[in-house]
């Protein structure tokens, strides 16, 4: 793929087949598909909260053996937290907690990459975070696994 193909997404890093066809569709389209005005053409999950800030949805590929996958998507279009606003970086905490107290779960994860997607190993570059619960070591036993960027060489 070229710089030009991963404006958006990086194919190169879907994890599977459904993902991978829709990804192709966004390169084709030249669209953001997490801007608010795409968001639905390419994401079927429902929204399930919304504020002036971000979009809650479940994940269209969620990670193998999650519980539940939220993505938490900005709706400003940037890819580094530091272009959003204080209140918007606030207002991500609140969303978090509102997902914690709607689901309960005993213990969780959040992701958010940033930037070049070469580097971070995220599928799309609109920024998002990913709220991300498991089972635990007793009911599952293996790690979920997911990248987070690139090991460097050791010099």
């Known amino acids: 793929m070229t710089k030009e193909d991963k404006k958006h997404v990086n194919l190169d890093h879907a994890r599977q087949a459904h993902q991978i066809a829709v990804m192709k569709k966004i390169v084709a389209d030249n669209k953001c598909p997490f801007c608010v005005e795409n968001l639905m053409q390419y994401h079927t999950n429902p929204i399930l909260k919304e504020s002036e800030h971000w979009i809650l949805t479940e994940n269209l590929a969620p990670y193998d053996g999650v519980k539940k996958h939220y993505l938490l998507i900005s709706k400003k279009h940037c890819t580094g937290f530091w272009e959003l606003s204080p209140e918007a970086q606030v207002n991500l905490f609140e969303m ?14 959040i992701v958010m990459r940033w930037g070049d997607t070469g580097y971070n190993g995220a599928t799309v570059t609109h920024l998002h975070a990913q709220l991300i619960f498991g089972a635990s070591r007793e009911e599952g036993g293996e790690k979920i696994l997911t990248a987070l960027g690139y090991k460097s060489k050791k010099l």
């Open 96 to 109: 978090f907690n509102h997902v914690r107290i709607d689901d309960a779960m005993a213990g969780g994860t």
